[in-house]
């Protein structure tokens, strides 16, 4: 079992940044592929990016803007976004996948999901 725990999340203007964290607990972190999808209101949930060791991949809608990094020691990924958007609102669900192709299709490929953190972007 993978616990995850989402945070950073909150209420921004358009054009600002915010850092997501997610602090992951239970089997060993490095075994997992990482990533982040999102879910707006009436939307599907949408792979936003997603990594392990020696590969890292983006949704085309946030490449250029938004970055995924991983701390092995803490545990934790994070997902930094920057030039946000009022299209970028949404909840931001972490994920965890033992494999990192399945991640990339979609949520049917993820084997463990945080509760998610809201993110708001006020234009």
């Known amino acids: 079992q993978v616990q995850l725990v989402e945070s950073g999340g909150g209420l921004v203007q358009a054009g600002g940044s915010l850092r997501l964290s997610c602090a992951a607990s239970?089997?060993?972190?490095?075994?997992?592929?990482m990533g982040w999808f999102r879910q707006a209101p009436g939307k599907e949930r949408e792979f936003v990016a997603a990594?392990?060791?020696?590969?890292?991949y983006y949704g085309d809608s946030v490449k250029g803007r938004f970055t995924i990094s991983r701390d092995s020691a803490k545990n934790t990924v994070y997902l930094q976004m920057n030039s946000l958007k009022p299209e970028d609102t949404a909840n931001y669900y972490c994920?965890?996948?033992?494999?990192?192709?399945?991640?990339?299709?979609?949520?049917?490929?993820?084997?463990?999901w945080g509760k998610g953190t809201l993110v708001t972007v006020s234009s």
């Open positions: 239970g089997r060993t972190f490095s075994t997992y592929a």
């Open positions: 990594s392990n060791y020696y590969n890292t």
């Open positions: 994920a965890a996948a033992l494999n990192i192709a399945t991640m990339r299709r979609g949520p049917g490929g993820v084997d463990y």
